[in-house]
């Protein structure tokens, strides 16, 4: 078992920037490629990006292309989403997710595991 909490969501103005995180604890001695995904109330949850174990490859959704970086230190068990350039229709709950694997995954239904989420929330 691997849980996950994230932390670093807020209010933010459009423009500009959070840093979230995602710290996991439990079985972390396994390889787990990580993702962020979002929901809006009413709407399904939509991937947003992922990472591989290694870091080495990276995918993110067209939306948040050259505005959000995900990164992570495996040393610390934590991965990251930086998100610049906010914008109101970035409004959502964040939420992280595990997959013990080496690759990326970018399906939800592929991940195992999940956290509870972090509001962010972009006012025009």
């Known amino acids: 078992q691997v849980q996950l909490v994230e932390s670093g969501g807020g209010l933010v103005q459009a423009g500009g920037s959070l840093r979230l995180s995602c710290a996991a604890s439990?079985?972390?001695?396994?390889?787990?490629?990580m993702g962020w995904f979002r929901q809006d109330p009413g709407k399904e949850r939509e991937f947003v990006a992922a990472?591989?174990?290694?870091?080495?490859?990276?995918y993110y959704t067209d939306s948040v292309k050259g505005r959000f970086t995900i990164s992570r230190d495996n040393a610390k068990n934590t991965v990251y989403l930086q998100m610049n350039g906010l914008k109101p229709e970035d409004t959502a709950v964040y939420y992280c997710?595990?997959?013990?694997?080496?690759?990326?995954?970018?399906?939800?239904?592929?991940?195992?595991?999940w956290g509870q989420g972090t509001q962010v929330t972009v006012s025009s």
């Open positions: 990472i591989s174990w290694s870091g080495g490859n990276t």
């Open positions: 997710a595990a997959k013990r694997t080496t690759k990326v995954v970018t399906t939800t239904y592929e991940y195992d595991y």
């Open positions: 439990g079985r972390t001695y396994y390889t787990y490629a």
